[in-house]
């Protein structure tokens, strides 16, 4: 389906990492160094070949560039100085046509050299992008008890960016930049190297400051990044829950609390910026000392008689050369090392393992016709964020095929801890949860949640139009068969009345609906996939009267020919049920039918007292 099916890129597959189990967070420790980059190695190898042609492009530059000062100085010392004055011309016009050929493969390969290396930032980025994307809608619900979203969300714009500048910028003139200063250091050495090796020890010993600053630079580009990570996960929080923001009048605070955590990402890259700042004084400022003692060695030289003046116009150039290359290489070093931590904290996430796993020999679950059979014996669960407190606790529970079945209880009874347990968004501590007869931890989850539909309390509505919302049910579905869906949840007659029909815009997460209306498109959707399993999770809980009304017919077509689990608070709805599972503490504490449950007077019968008791004194009122 457009727009919500993800479909397989053009190019070589993505690679993925595995490898770590816990979830990534800001307070693991980190390398200290640039080698962390390594973690891009399968994300550039399946562009090994375009890779090649960039490398082979820009040593030609590179090269090209070298060359320069050395047909300048045959300019100098044959077409200035040797030179007789008739042939003084000739000499002139052949040397200035040789350095516009060198300009000419200079300007041709540097543009090879950037389209190649931007079109493999561009391609990176992309593939790194789809992998954490894809890895991260992989992850069990587990995950994100200890993930933020918003933290994810800024991995793969901000972090992603990051590596984006390294891989089709920084990296490229790194290496340009490294190949021209080594070039040019090494003509230094060649040709004058009584004057050039001591200036060499000299650059020896500014290494080492700069590896220190290095590694200050490392570790606050990762503090910067998780300071950033937490502002777009907090702003993220609060834009998802603006009218609760609003009604308690809390914009000031929020933005106040923003403010502070925006702060706190400017602090830390104010003290990433000083010490990178630092570092970048420290060498241009060490190694042009170093060059400009060895160019004043060979001035002296020149003075002496010892070299020509076309010599001493070529080490001039070479040492501009270097220089420059080294003061690239100060900024390029920075780079890496922020584009270091930002690699880090993507390898991070595509390592992190889900809790739920894929079984090696998945079995195949048998065809049904009017509904799955679940079973549910001596199962034992709890969350993990919550080890100490049992969500279930030996609960035995046998549905039949077709049959609608009701559970009811207080909050935290387990009811919708058994639906999760169900689509295996967990697995269970002990026992087993089957479905028609096999067990849901040896079937591929795509096999076990294409046999489950569910109808959640809270519709969740994407930001498209009415058709592909409902067409989510089933992607393939035509739009004959998405009507139909919709005629049968109710929905049709409120789709058609919008402006655009089924292509009206929806809204971000519905806003342009009401609660009833999401209901019946979250039904549609549903009923579209037509699954022999039906989870319903409090439906209507959030309706008024009338709108539950059209929903509860919606939902009688929906669980139609099928196995329905019915999760219930208003039990009102759920007495012509053919079975009614009373919930406690984890475990089932009664069940049958209505009136057999209000006969033995147990948890069922109390609270359909507060319920129908409190009905009773408002209709009288």
Do not use: C
Not at 42 to 71: D, H, N
Not at 545 to 559: G, K
Request: proline share 4%.
């Amino acid at each position: 389906m457009q727009g919500f099916v993800s479909t397989a890129p053009r190019h070589e597959a993505l690679p993925t990492l595995a490898g770590m189990t816990q979830p990534a967070s800001a307070d693991r420790p980190t390398a200290r160094s640039p080698r962390s980059l390594s973690g891009l190695l399968p994300f550039l190898r399946p562009y090994r070949w375009r890779i090649a042609l960039a490398l082979v492009s820009l040593v030609a530059a590179a090269a090209a560039t070298l060359v320069m000062p050395v047909a300048l100085r045959s300019l100098i010392d044959q077409g200035l100085v040797a030179a007789e004055p008739g042939a003084r011309v000739m000499q002139l016009r052949e040397h200035f046509l040789a350095l516009f050929v060198v300009g000419v493969l200079l300007g041709v390969f540097s543009a090879l050299r950037f389209y190649m290396v931007s079109w493999l930032g561009e391609r990176v980025t992309a593939d790194l992008r789809n992998a954490v994307y894809r890895h991260v809608v992989l992850q069990s619900p587990g995950f994100f008890e200890t993930t933020s979203s918003g933290e994810v969300i800024s991995r793969l714009t901000t972090d992603t960016t990051l590596v984006q500048t390294v891989v089709g910028s920084s990296l490229s003139m790194g290496l340009r930049n490294s190949v021209m200063g080594l070039g040019a250091l090494g003509m230094l050495i060649f040709t004058n190297a009584r004057v050039m090796l001591p200036v060499l020890a000299m650059l020896v010993l500014i290494v080492g400051p700069a590896l220190y600053f290095g590694r200050r630079v490392r570790r606050l580009s990762r503090a910067s990044q998780d300071r950033v990570a937490d502002a777009s996960a907090l702003a993220n929080e609060v834009l998802n829950a603006i009218p609760v923001v609003q009604s308690y009048t809390q914009e000031a605070g929020e933005a106040a609390r923003f403010d502070r955590a925006t702060e706190a990402a400017f602090e830390t890259a104010r003290r990433r910026t000083r010490v990178r700042s630092v570092l970048i004084a420290f060498i241009i400022s060490a190694t042009f000392g170093a060059l400009l003692f060895g160019l004043y060695q060979g001035t002296q030289a020149v003075i002496r008689g010892d070299v020509s003046a076309g010599h001493l116009g070529q080490t001039v150039l070479y040492v501009i050369v270097l220089v420059s290359s080294v003061a690239v290489l100060s900024e390029v070093y920075g780079d890496l090392l922020r584009a270091a931590g930002a690699t880090e904290r993507l390898m991070e996430l595509l390592a992190t393992q889900s809790t739920v796993a894929e079984p090696a020999q998945p079995q195949a679950l048998p065809v049904t016709r009017g509904g799955s059979a679940v079973a549910l014996n001596h199962v034992r669960f709890h969350y993990p964020s919550r080890p100490a407190q049992a969500a279930l606790a030996d609960l035995n529970l046998q549905i039949k095929p077709g049959e609608t079945v009701a559970l009811v209880g207080p909050s935290g009874a387990g009811k919708s801890t058994l639906f999760q347990l169900l689509l295996r968004f967990y697995d269970v501590d002990a026992g087993t949860v089957t479905l028609d007869g096999v067990d849901v931890r040896s079937t591929r989850l795509h096999d076990l949640r294409e046999r489950i539909g569910i109808v959640p309390q809270d519709s969740v509505i994407f930001s498209a139009n009415a058709m592909e919302n409902i067409r989510y049910g089933r992607p393939t579905a035509t739009d004959e068969e998405v009507m139909s869906a919709a005629k049968a949840a109710f929905a049709h007659d409120f789709i058609l009345a919008l402006p655009g029909g089924y292509q009206s815009f929806l809204g971000e997460r519905g806003v342009r609906l009401s609660g009833g209306q999401r209901q019946r498109i979250s039904i549609a959707r549903a009923i579209l996939k037509n699954p022999p399993l039906l989870l319903l999770d409090e439906a209507t809980s959030a309706l008024d009267a009338e709108s539950e009304r059209v929903v509860q017919a919606a939902l009688q077509a929906a669980m139609a020919d099928r196995t329905t689990l019915v999760i219930a608070h208003r039990l009102a709805t759920v007495q012509q049920v053919d079975r009614i599972v009373v919930l406690d503490q984890g475990r089932i504490v009664d069940q049958g039918r209505h009136a057999e449950l209000m006969a033995r007077g147990g948890l069922y019968a109390r609270l359909a007292a507060l319920q129908f008791g409190g009905e009773s004194q408002v209709r009288a009122a």
